[in-house]
T-cell receptor, first 113, second 114 residues
Framework: AQSVTQPDIHITVSEGASLELRCNYS??????LFWYVQSPGQGLQLLLK??????LVQGIKGFEAEFKRSQSSFNLRKPSVHWSDAAEYFC???????????FGTGTLLAVQP | DAGITQSPRHKVTETGTPVTLRCHQT?????MYWYRQDPGHGLRLIHY???????DKGEVSDGYSVSRSKTEDFLLTLESATSSQTSVYFC?????????????FGPGTRLTVT
């Protein structure tokens, strides 16, 4: 079955510290992978995506993610977290012609001063 | 901004009443989607559309129906609302950009069924 797992429900980091959010997927075909961010009470904003080519992809707001096919992972990273990064982060996968997204359950990021 | 609006943004309704949520887009996208967001579940696909009058079921379609009579509008109907349908509903469109399709989301509708 196709699925996305985000093993960390809640993460707290200090401002200025590095961040890595984990995402593992199960998908039968070549996956297209996405990270979205959702601030409280807001909609979802696309941070970055992977669909082919270079396995390290850069996104907005200083985020990057690395696709590792051997580990079925697509982890999100940021070298130095800002207080404004506090939000919920969702990993998602698709691959079919209809582009239906399968989401993980999300990771809630808290940033402490 | 993908030009997606949702209405209403908030609604409280009673169990057993019909409810229709509207998604409107301004950029002529072919694919449109309805998701619901619940704590601990992320977002789950309810229905999607791949053109006018062309729709199909998603993962959690029971109790929901959709219609798309115009490219720009995608309606989600709860025929008889239940408390389990209390959720935040997001509409999305699919747009081709940077070598692949991407989905962009509307602002959401918070629905409470009492």
């Amino acid at each position: 079955a196709q699925s996305v797992t985000q093993p960390d429900i809640h993460i707290t980091v200090s401002e200025g510290a590095s961040l890595e959010l984990r995402c593992n997927y199960s998908y039968g075909a070549t996956p297209y992978l996405f990270w979205y961010v959702q601030s409280p009470g807001q909609g979802l904003q696309l941070l970055l995506k992977y669909f082919s080519g270079d396995t390290l992809v850069q996104g907005i707001k200083g985020f990057e993610a690395e696709f590792k096919r051997s580990q079925s992972s697509f982890n999100l990273r940021k070298p130095s977290v800002h207080w404004s990064d506090a939000a919920e982060y969702f990993c998602a996968v698709t691959g079919g012609a209809t582009n239906k997204l399968i989401f993980g359950t999300g990771t809630l990021l808290a940033v402490q001063p | 901004d993908a030009g997606i609006t949702q209405s209403p943004r908030h609604k409280v309704t009673e169990t057993g009443t019909p409810v229709t949520l509207r998604c409107h887009q301004t950029e002529n996208h072919r694919y449109m989607y309805w998701y619901r967001q619940d704590p601990g579940h992320g977002l789950r696909l309810i229905h999607y559309s791949y053109g006018v009058k062309d729709t199909d079921k998603g993962e959690v379609s029971d109790g929901y129906s959709v219609s798309r009579s115009k490219t720009e509008d995608f309606l989600l109907t709860l025929e008889s609302a239940t408390s389990s349908q209390t959720s935040v509903y997001f509409c999305a469109i699919s747009e081709y950009a940077g070598g692949s399709y991407e989905q962009y989301f509307g602002p959401g509708t918070r629905l409470t069924v009492t």
